[in-house]
């Protein structure tokens, strides 16, 4: 199976919005959950979608698939523990260590993309055009739609740790990269 290896923007000049500050043009990620999942390493061992958001249930003798699609915390008997033997708490602790440094990581991302976008911003308060800007503005796109495809995934990490972390680590870099650019196409006084 082929390494999943992030979200890229289009180089045909598509975008689905202009950001209103900097003038980037952005993309929105939809819907990111089945490409993440397909590097996780659920998906490497053969667990689908609904063997953990759909797990089996009884009604009465017959076992059936839950019909109620939800996070599989609420259930970790039938979603978890049928193939991990680690009790409730244990599992609960591992989910949560995995979200909470995805979100840690997720708000350094964001720092690094609002310090791009003030550097953006100060260059043009002192005179520097969209062209000199071009790779400043190209970078944060790239770091923005990486920073979107985590943010927008659901599960806060937990599908695909590694490869969270991977994306967030680029788009931390991309956004400092743009900041760089930004602050070395600044018109000197």
């Given at each position: 199976?082929?390494?999943?290896?992030?979200?890229?923007?289009?180089?045909?000049?598509?975008?689905?919005?202009?950001?209103?500050?900097?003038?980037?043009?952005?993309?929105?990620?939809?819907?990111?959950?089945?490409?993440?999942?397909?590097?996780?390493?659920?998906?490497?061992?053969?667990?689908?979608?609904?063997?953990c958001?759909?797990?089996?249930?009884?009604?009465?003798a017959?076992?059936?698939?839950?019909?109620?699609?939800?996070?599989?915390?609420?259930?970790?008997?039938?979603?978890?523990?049928?193939?991990?033997?680690?009790?409730?708490?244990?599992?609960?602790?591992?989910?949560?260590?995995?979200?909470?440094?995805?979100?840690?990581?997720?708000?350094?991302?964001?720092?690094?993309?609002?310090?791009?976008?003030?550097?953006?911003n100060?260059?043009?308060?002192?005179?520097?055009?969209?062209d000199?800007?071009?790779?400043?503005?190209?970078?944060?796109?790239?770091?923005?739609?990486?920073?979107d495809?985590?943010?927008?995934?659901?599960?806060?990490?937990?599908?695909?740790?590694q490869?969270?972390?991977?994306?967030?680590?680029?788009a931390?870099?991309?956004?400092?990269?743009?900041?760089?650019a930004?602050?070395q196409?600044?018109?000197?006084?």
């Amino acid at each position: 199976m082929p390494q999943f290896t992030g979200p890229e923007p289009p180089r045909n000049g598509f975008k689905d919005w202009t950001h209103k500050e900097t003038g980037a043009a952005m993309i929105k990620i939809q819907h990111p959950e089945f490409e993440m999942y397909s590097s996780s390493i659920h998906a490497r061992s053969g667990v689908a979608c609904a063997d953990c958001h759909m797990p089996y249930v009884r009604d009465g003798a017959v076992k059936v698939s839950d019909h109620w699609v939800r996070s599989p915390l609420t259930n970790i008997n039938q979603a978890c523990q049928t193939c991990h033997k680690q009790d409730e708490q244990e599992l609960k602790g591992r989910v949560t260590l995995i979200q909470n440094r995805t979100a840690e990581l997720t708000r350094q991302t964001e720092t690094a993309l609002l310090a791009a976008m003030d550097a953006i911003n100060a260059a043009k308060a002192a005179g520097a055009s969209d062209d000199q800007l071009k790779d400043a503005l190209q970078l944060i796109r790239r770091g923005q739609i990486r920073w979107d495809f985590v943010f927008s995934e659901n599960s806060t990490g937990f599908h695909s740790p590694q490869e969270s972390a991977r994306i967030l680590a680029n788009a931390i870099d991309f956004a400092r990269q743009a900041q760089l650019a930004a602050v070395q196409a600044t018109p000197k006084k």
